[in-house]
């Protein structure tokens, strides 16, 4: 019985050993400190901007970059329609795809004649000695609004004016855009449906 009770303290005094050990090399914690290094993750900064872009599903923007779809119906960060607007020979639509614009979208035509009848179509080619320019531009930023993506027009692209009633415009386009950091080119394609606000000149 001496000899089982002797064994018995004996298995508890090592036990009590090892794990003081254990406990004062830290053994354990360093162990989580390596699997938690290994792990890599983006976390993007709490967005504190105070304004927020408003939400308006009546009229939008929709494209299609890289075979990924986006839809961009939200207005810009001052709650107004402005960013749509007509202005002597300056057509230019813009919307936000979140409540932040973190992903915007603006396409712009200048040099041409908005006095047409729809259905018509913009190109970049010359007319009557009057280049044609579109502007397409489509940029992701983070939280703090600093650039990460942005493609860009790459030339031979256009637009279609499919219909003009009132002051709402509808209509397509498609082109090949560049992606500035991978300088890979895309195809874009997509439709708008937007309310135009007329910008006069500033006397």
Request: proline letters at 2%; aromatic letters at 12%.
């Amino acid at each position: 019985m001496k000899k089982i009770k002797s064994i018995y303290i004996l298995f508890v005094f090592a036990a009590i050993s090892s794990y003081g050990f254990w406990a004062c090399t830290g053994t354990g914690s360093e162990t989580t400190s390596e699997t938690d290094a290994t792990k890599v993750e983006e976390v993007e900064e709490p967005d504190t901007r105070p304004a927020s872009a408003a939400s308006d599903t009546s009229f939008y923007i929709k494209a299609t970059i890289n075979e990924k779809e986006y839809v961009f119906n939200y207005t810009g960060l001052d709650n107004k329609p402005s960013y749509n607007l007509k202005k002597d020979n300056l057509f230019r639509i813009e919307r936000c795809a979140d409540d932040h614009c973190k992903e915007n979208l603006y396409i712009q035509a200048v040099n041409f004649d908005m006095n047409q009848e729809a259905p018509f179509t913009l190109t970049e080619t010359s007319e009557e000695g009057k280049v044609k320019d579109i502007i397409f531009n489509f940029t992701i930023t983070n939280n703090k609004g600093k650039y990460k993506n942005q493609w860009q027009d790459n030339g031979g692209f256009e637009m279609t004016i499919e219909k003009i009633e009132g002051d709402i415009y509808e209509g397509t386009f498609k082109g090949k855009v560049l992606e500035q950091n991978t300088k890979g080119i895309s195809d874009v394609v997509g439709s708008f449906r937007i309310k135009m606000v007329v910008r006069k000149p500033v006397a």
